[in-house]
Each structure stands twice: as C-alpha cells, then as structure tokens.
C-alpha cells in the first residue's frame, strides 16, 4: 500500500506547488455598455467607436486582454469601466512592435483617456482591476487626428 501512495503523491505535488487562477467569464452587467459610450460621448461627441464594447473578466493576477486594430491616422479615445465590486482599473496599450504606449492607472473604477499611435496594426489593450476580480469593459472610439497631436514617428 505504501509503494502505490508515493507514484500518485508523486503526480499530485506539482500541482499542489502551484496555484493557477481560472476566472469564469461573467456576463457584464446590462448598464456597461451605455455607460461606456455615455463617458466617450462627453469626451468628444465626434468620436466613432471601433467595433464592438470590449468585455472581460480580471483580478488580482489575471487580465482582460483585447487586440484591437488602430492607425496612425486617427486619435482614439479608450473608455472604460469595472463592474460591481471592482474598485479601480488600471489599462495598458502595447504596440504591435511590442512598446507599450500607454499605462493609466485610476483610483476609481472609470478610465478615459486619449491615445494617439504612433504606427499601424493590431494593438494589445489590457484593463487590470488591482485586486479585486470582476467583469471590466472598455470601448476604442476613432476621431480624426488633430493639428495639436504630434504626427507619428516613423
């Protein structure tokens, strides 16, 4: 009996060693979305959103990651929200040649802000809760580039 326990402690240690986060994707709730556009709307009443709202679900280890198609001819502005239970939202956008271009942190559970890219493609976009776990959501609304925005380097 003791000569079969030590192969299956042998199987079972590793991932006993390690802890692995799974978060079930949770719908979000019914008044995100309108509040996601209602906060770009007020940013800028020109600006077109790109698609559709963005949903995820994060935590104190995990992320909600999108890819999301920008261009260097454009301004966008990135609103978002966490839902219930989540205190604040902090969001990244990493280029396609992998620099991150923009890190935001919010003491609440509402970020807006405006990102000008510097270059063309598929951008990663990510929203961490900083703790607590909960649905995030987050909308990328185009407008054109303004005279005041620095061109892009290339």
């Known amino acids: 009996m003791r000569t079969a326990f030590l192969p ?11 802890s692995h986060e799974v978060l079930v994707q949770i719908p979000p709730p019914a008044w995100m979305d ?14 077109v959103r790109a698609g559709e709202i963005l949903h995820g ?3 104190a280890r995990t992320s909600a990651t ?4 920008l261009d260097s001819a454009h301004c966008y502005w990135l ?11 902090a969001i990244y956008v990493t280029s396609p040649s992998g620099k991150r271009g923009l890190t935001l942190h919010s003491p609440t559970a509402s970020v807006l802000t405006q990102y000008c890219p510097a270059e063309d493609g ?11 776990a909960g649905v995030v959501g987050a909308g990328v609304y185009a407008v054109a580039r303004a005279a005041s925005a620095p061109p892009p380097a290339k």
């Open 8 to 18: 299956l402690l042998a199987l079972l240690a590793p991932s006993a060693c390690h």
């Open 34 to 47: 309108g509040k996601i556009d209602e906060q770009a709307r007020v940013a800028d009443p020109k600006g």
């Open 79 to 89: 609103s978002g929200l966490g839902g219930d239970g989540v205190a604040r939202i």
């Open 66 to 69: 999108w890819v999301v198609p």
């Open 57 to 59: 679900t994060a935590s």
């Open 122 to 132: 598929a951008f990663t976009v990510e929203a961490k809760t900083g703790g607590a």
